[in-house]
């Protein structure tokens, strides 16, 4: 539900990075950065709303199970779509503040991509070495499952 006001705020700071921000132009770096993602947001925040309207059709015992946590989530998703259209690109006017670093000059993101590329590169370079792994991965993962349902549950003692 937080997706659509962390996608603005990025987006935001995408446009801080090629313009600083002054006095002068922040609402239109607002605008602008808010009126090219928000649109996008909002329908993709519309569609998981909508995603639960089948479980509105549940009957008897599922359906008044299920009835609750569709109505919660209905209803949050389209406050959260509603929300990120109207209050965060304001709320971002108003708070967001600062130089912004670009990408390649922040520590933290060059701490993850020096972590992230050499793995990267390594499964790129062994495709098939790595859909062998990945294949073997699945294949213990079936193990298991072929002994789900054989557990020895000893008798109670009925003497006790």
Known sequence: MIDGAIVMIENMHKHMERTPL???NRWKIVADSASEVGPALFFSLL???VSFVPVFTLEAQEGRMFAPLAFTKTYAMAAAAA???TLVPVLMGYFIRGKVLPEHK??????LSAVYL???KTVL???KLTL???LGICVLGVWPLDKLGSEFIPPLDEGI
């Open 22 to 24: 002054t006095k002068e």
């Open 106 to 111: 922040n520590p933290v993101n060059r701490i």
């Open 125 to 127: 370079n062994f495709p």
């Open 132 to 134: 062998l792994f990945a």
């Open 83 to 85: 929300l990120a259209i």
């Open 47 to 49: 569609i998981i709303t």
């Open 118 to 120: 050499p793995g990267l």
